[in-house]
């Protein structure tokens, strides 16, 4: 019964910032490398930031790289991403997911339980 439900999302001009929670619940949410993907429409699903057990660790998809920061709050069985200096090509679906114990790349089938998703939708 793990549940990841992510929030915050919705419609910003290019420059603004967004932050997303993702609340984490039937999982010892300590225990995972936790990610974000995101997901515009006709495109592959894309991997954007993850952030290690401790959140001692963060990596990035270049094209997030400078503008977008990924954080935990493990007794808020809770991880952010916050989204800066947002872009219109930044428009898709955002997931949070868990990744798989001993995977070593970062593409969807590394990650194993995933929230619904929420729309970030940046106009020009």
């Known amino acids: 019964q793990v549940q990841l439900v992510e929030s915050g999302g919705g419609l910003v001009q290019a420059g603004g910032s967004l932050r997303l929670p993702c609340a984490a619940s039937?999982?010892?949410?300590?225990?995972?490398?936790m990610g974000w993907f995101r997901q515009a429409p006709g495109k592959e699903r894309e991997f954007v930031a993850r952030?290690?057990?401790?959140?001692?660790?963060?990596s990035y998809a270049d094209s997030v790289k400078g503008r977008f920061t990924i954080s935990r709050d493990n007794p808020k069985n809770t991880v952010y991403l916050h989204l800066n200096s947002l872009k219109p090509e930044d428009t898709a679906v955002y997931y949070c997911?868990?990744?798989?114990?001993?995977?070593?790349?970062?593409?969807?089938?590394?990650?194993?339980?995933w929230g619904q998703g929420t729309q970030v939708t940046v106009s020009s």
């Open positions: 952030i290690t057990q401790r959140g001692t660790v963060t």
């Open positions: 997911a868990t990744k798989k114990f001993g995977s070593r790349s970062d593409t969807q089938t590394d990650y194993e339980f």
């Open positions: 039937g999982l010892t949410f300590s225990n995972y490398v």
